[in-house]
């Protein structure tokens, strides 16, 4: 059309004239040596076997190192998404240096076995992801996301904080392997002080319901720290589970707690992203509801199919995050508006999806030995089906193929993806084989039947268009999805100015 630019931009362009700071540079190439010794040391993991260790102080277990590749991999990606994303930028120099300083943050704090060292690298993540979330200090609206987010980060540390006196006051031991070795003692109110305070802090940092304000409060970090946000930090919470999986395991009744709080969690991702237009709010709304499922795998038991899930997730958002302008910039007004709705109603689609589900959790079952005997490894591999079910469903309706193609090609697509995942998972839980506990299922019970069928209803609910009809829903789930109120951009110019 005449009279619109083919290129069009939102604010000034970098000045590709000025010389690049040094630190930028220096730092990236130095994230992507560490990804590269990472790899390193994973292959004599693999080929030799062993840990590595300073005694009482740090511990490079299988976890350990795992970690380190995956977090040397986002950050090297963000890095150098970043050299072009802040060119130009007042706080370029900042953030490369708080970015670096936060890879290194997580690098010490899955090392750490001293709980003291553990303890103050959990406080430190949590203070430098939240100068990323207040990087732009010229912009009001950053700095209270800042201060939301650090309340909830220093939050989070003082239940920690709690968690590891209270475990050091009763087993005398100031290492997490000590502690761990310790944990048949543990019992009775003093235990589940530390288990309560040790899962309450590690569901804040993952931004689980109802902690999930900050995360929603963050959208103004920039977009390659939301991408290290969402890949990086919420996982910790899953990290401190399996660190303390020895505590957290003790009562089955509190496992199963962990499991329901999980799959509210869940659900309520689900619901939250329901009601939202913003892109990165719809990805934030995701992870409330990815990291739930993290939890309730952990919940169950099986801590290797909880780092799965937290690296795979990783992989996802960073991707989406760091794609988030792309898909705005592809994105054109409709005048039809979006629905959740769509449950098949063709009686083919309905068994195309349904079967294909079914299909899938068998061939999870086989592949993992999961759900083959009456413990919580069934609850795992319902949820494997129910995953596969809403995803061949949305292929089927989403897809453009003609009918007969969709039919058959989604079984050809998601046959090896389960394939893959079953490799990745079993792929892990060897590499974390050494840990006090990696796969520790619970009684199936009463109980995690109803938190199914319960999770099932709403899922149909939410994807029938149920929740849509009422009015009171919608606003609930408005007012539980806004930031807080002084974090709300109410000025394009003020941003663009930034």
């Known amino acids: 059309m005449s009279g619109r630019s083919s290129k069009p931009t939102i604010g000034a362009l970098p000045d590709t004239t000025v010389e690049s700071p040094s ?5 990236t190439w130095l994230v992507w040596t560490l990804f590269a010794a990472s790899i390193a040391v994973l292959i004599a993991r693999v ?14 277990d299988g976890l350990t190192i795992l970690m380190w590749v995956v977090v040397t991999f986002f950050s090297g990606i963000v890095h150098s998404y970043s050299r072009r994303y802040m060119a130009g930028s007042a706080h370029e120099t900042d953030f490369f240096l708080a970015v670096f300083g936060f890879t290194a943050a997580v690098m010490g704090l899955v090392a750490a076995d001293l709980i003291a060292l553990f303890w103050l690298l959990w406080l430190a993540m949590g203070l430098v992801m939240a100068k990323l979330v207040g990087l732009v200090d010229g912009w009001r609206q950053a700095r209270a996301a800042a201060t939301v987010a650090r309340r909830y980060f220093l939050a989070s540390s003082a239940l920690l904080g709690v968690a590891l006196t209270v475990l050091w006051w009763t087993t005398g031991a100031t290492t997490i392997s000590g502690i761990a070795a310790a944990s048949d003692s543990l019992d009775g109110a003093v235990w589940l002080v530390a288990a309560g305070t040790l899962v309450l802090a590690a569901i804040i940092q993952s931004a ?5 304000g900050w995360l929603l409060s963050s959208m103004t970090a920039p977009t390659p720290a939301s991408a290290l946000m969402h890949a990086g930090f919420v996982n910790a919470g899953g990290i401190l589970l399996v660190r303390f999986a020895p505590v957290v395991t003790v009562d089955t009744t ?29 990805l934030g709304c995701s992870t409330v509801g990815q990291m739930g499922f993290m939890i309730m795998q952990a919940g169950l038991g099986f801590f290797g199919a909880a780092i799965t899930h937290l690296i795979l997730h990783g992989f ?42 079914l299909a899938g959790g068998i061939l999870f079952a086989a592949l993992t030995g999961k759900g083959t005997n009456m413990d919580a490894g069934l609850l795992l591999t319902f949820f494997v089906v129910f995953t596969t079910l ?10 453009s193929l003609s009918r007969s193609a969709r039919y058959g090609a989604v079984p050809l697509v998601f046959f090896p993806a389960i394939v893959i995942y079953a490799a990745v998972y079993e792929t892990i839980s060897g590499l974390l084989f050494g840990l006090p506990m990696v796969t ?9 039947g109803v938190i199914a069928v ?25 007012n539980a999805s806004q930031p807080a109120s002084d974090t709300l951009l109410t000025s394009t110019e003020e941003y663009n100015e930034y």
């Open 390 to 399: 809403h995803a061949a469903r949305n292929a089927v309706q989403t897809t």
């Open 208 to 212: 689980l319901v109802p902690f999930h």
């Open 440 to 448: 520790a299922p619970t009684e199936l019970t009463l109980l995690h």
């Open 23 to 27: 630190v930028p540079i220096v730092l």
């Open 254 to 282: 509190f496992m199963l707690a962990v499991v329901a709080v999980g799959a509210a969690s869940a659900i309520g991702g689900k619901l939250l992203k329901s009601v939202q237009t913003d892109v990165k709010r719809k």
């Open 316 to 357: 996802y958002k960073a991707y989406q995050f760091l794609s988030s302008g792309g898909q705005i910039e592809h994105t054109s007004p409709s005048e039809e508006p979006s629905h959740t709705v769509g449950y098949p109603t063709s009686v083919v689609t309905f068994a195309v999806t349904l079967l294909t589900g």
């Open 454 to 478: 319960i999770f099932v209803g709403i899922y149909v609910g939410i994807e029938t268009g149920i929740h849509e009809r009422s009015q009171r829903l919608y606003v609930a789930l408005i």
């Open 47 to 60: 080929r030799f076997g062993g840990s590595w260790e300073i005694p009482g102080v740090v511990a490079i």
